[in-house]
């Protein structure tokens, strides 16, 4: 005799527990042992909620300075805090490549945006869907390939835009389709996360939603409703805005992303969006205008310095909006987990692809192992299991979370991921064994920002980097000089710590089967304006995500 829970229609609000319940009665009375259906229908859901370039310095359980996330500390006051969680190479493409496979970029193929994601390799998407779970992915994919292993997807075209995206929805069974929208892409995108957990899914599963914001992805476009918002407050500036990038090595100084030089006159709002509506653009110049006018009029007699101040104070406002839109929409979320019982069987993860820097070292943009952009955000609830308000020090790393994923799900983690669950350190324990030393790796130069091919690795007290087609070095102690403004390499006092890092950087590379010269796809031409990606080599060859280009959108970087 087997049960089958398809018999069971029931309304949404009937919660999975009670279902357990109906289940664990049912065998106890007709004395059977707990059948299958009652072990899978008690695996817990997964939401992982992913955004684009959003730092630990912009979200308040990590630093409140700046900003409220109120709805993001929600997740870290009933969860988990990761105070070191470091990505492989920091930038979006490769990031999230790691995230679905669990690999290094040298692995799973993926090292610099602008190629395309091989999605017939194995994924932990794919694996969870055979294991029964239903499979979503909402929001920004960017890997170019049609998303596979996923019963449901509906994701922005390429970049995407922050108004008006068009979008291409699809699944395992469903012919990919673009279709059109008007409105604010993070609202948009939040709507569809809705809409798929309250009409769209099995009730009868257990599901894996990825719900990936595109927000706060340069050029910062606010929401209209933020679009003053945080104007009368001064933000603070960082220490090392004025940072000249002595006492470092070479690429430091030589890159293209500082706020005094490298912000153009869209990143400022100084010129609008050429994708709004008339509507959306009589709301954006109310906002702007006036502002744009008393800065243009006032420019000829500012110094340099104060220009420097207007143009950080202007991209960082903006960049915070777009946070906040992000931060309502996990309310919103966290609301509907909470109204409709689902909370107590769903694991929900906060993180993003990478860091990024709010001017610190003067700068926008991310790529550089450096602290700001090595670490990303990860909060991590599941009611029952984690220590809500707990904090965990160890190094995590987005090459876990396919295997944690997989873990939380009770599937089989195959041997040849590179990461490793943190199922045990959620709950509570970290093992003798747990890594004390993490491997970077960043490929892409030539490319945005001209910030050159590096590799190291950092116990989280030290770090080394090498510029490894420069031949150049850089020691820093993270406790001394945790801003990273001064090269300790080749300084006496450091020698043991500069040799035993080089050992463990030597035996990471191998360990991680790093080949001696970076593979070729790393080095193919960048796709420039007007070019088509889909010519790059990979099975997404052909793929409709990887063809249509997105109005308003930005170049991939
Ligand atoms: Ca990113």
Redesign the pocket.
Known sequence: MTFTMRVMKRPLAFSVSKAALFLAAAATITGLALPEALAAEKRPNIIFIFT??HCQQALSAYDATRMATPNMDRIAREGMLFQRCYVTNG??GP?RAVIQTGKYSHINGFMVNGQVFNGDQPTMAKMLHAAGYQTAVIGKWHLESTPQGYDYFDVLIGQGPYYNPPMLTGGIEAQATRREHTGYTTDIIRDKALAWLKEQRDPEKPFLLMFQHKAP?RDWQPAPKYLTWLEETEIPEPATLWDVYSNRASPAANQAMTIKDHLTDRDLKLTPPTNLTPEQLTVWNAAYEPLNKAFLEKRPTMTPEEVIKWKYQRYVKDYLRCVKSVDDSIGDLLDYLEASGLKDNTVVIYSS??GWYLGEHGWYD?RWMYEESLKTPLLVSWPGVVKPGSVNGDIVSNLDFAQTFLDIAGVEQPADMQGRSLVPLLKGTTPADWRKSFYYHYYEFPGAHNVARHYGVTDGRHKLIHYYELGEWELFDLVKDPNEMSNVHDLPGYADIQKALGVELTRLRAHYKLPAEDPVESRRPQPGPGKEKGKAKGKGKGNPAGKAKAAGAVPAQ
């Open positions: 684009d370039d930038i979006c990031s992805h692809d990478q991310k």
